[in-house]
T-cell receptor, first 113, second 112 residues
Framework: DAGVIQSPRHEVTEMGQEVTLRCKPI?????LFWYRQTMMRGLELLIY????????DSGMPEDRFSAKMPNASFSTLKIQPSEPRDSAVYFC???????????FGPGTRLTVT | GESVGLHLPTLSVQEGDNSIINCAYS??????FIWYKQESGKGPQFIID?????DKRQGQRVTVLLNKTVKHLSLQIAATQPGDSAVYFC???????????FGKGTLLTVNP
């Protein structure tokens, strides 16, 4: 299995631009999680989906952030407009029959200047 | 809300020694506990988990101990190897959703 796939691996953008992060979960997994990791705040859950439906988005910082899961094999996290404080590593994770046993992708390092 | 902390932000050990990484949590309703390993530039990697109905679980070279009375979790790594050098996170979950709350992490450095 290829594991969780994320793209791009690195993204550098200017403040105000739209950023789209992509994730392909492990085949057969029906839970998908988006996390953000910073030195100051550690690893934080932003949103998670079950069977493509958003279950809990209470961690999404503000309206500038949105996430979608149009099908079982693809999810996006969009930031519009981006701000310097959004700079972080964004991880996607998926899980199957044991929802807590989450498998993480390699992450997208986002830098907003 | 849930908070998860670590007693030691860094731990340095000699190759071959045993390592113990500790974690405290605050929510007594937590019932699922996981340890993750994160190497530089990579995503967290699942190591071992334990449910609240257990107090010990062993894996390959790793043991997780859970003390629900004092809300404390530990990860023991036997015969630590240079490849074990990484940041270790505890994560705690429970309740009707599958949200995990992660600790801040402990950096383990193994000296050859």
């Amino acid at each position: 299995d290829a594991g969780v796939i994320q793209s791009p691996r690195h993204e550098v953008t200017e403040m105000g631009q739209e950023v789209t992060l992509r994730c392909k979960p492990i085949s057969g997994h029906d839970y998908l999680f988006w996390y953000r990791q910073t030195m100051m705040r550690g690893l934080e859950l932003l949103i998670y989906f079950n069977n493509n439906v958003p279950i809990d988005d209470s961690g999404m910082p503000e309206d500038r952030f949105s996430a979608k899961m149009p099908n079982a094999s693809f999810s996006t996290l969009k930031i519009q407009p981006s701000e310097p404080r959004d700079s972080a590593v964004y991880f996607c994770a998926s899980s199957g029959t044991e929802p807590y046993e989450q498998y993480f992708g390699p992450g997208t390092r986002l830098t907003v200047t | 809300g849930e908070s998860v902390g670590l007693h030691l932000p860094t731990l340095s050990v000699q190759e071959g020694d045993n390592s113990i990484i500790n974690c405290a949590y605050s929510n007594s309703a937590s019932d699922y506990f996981i340890w993750y390993k994160q190497e530089s530039g990579k995503g967290p990697q699942f190591i071992i988990d334990i449910r609240s109905n257990m107090d010990k679980r062993q894996g390959q070279r790793v043991t997780v101990l859970l003390n629900k009375t004092v809300k404390h979790l530990s990860l023991q790594i036997a015969a630590t190897q240079p490849g074990d050098s990484a940041v270790y996170f505890c994560a705690v979950g429970g309740g009707s959703n599958y949200k995990l709350t992660f600790g801040k992490g402990t950096l383990l450095t193994v000296n050859p």
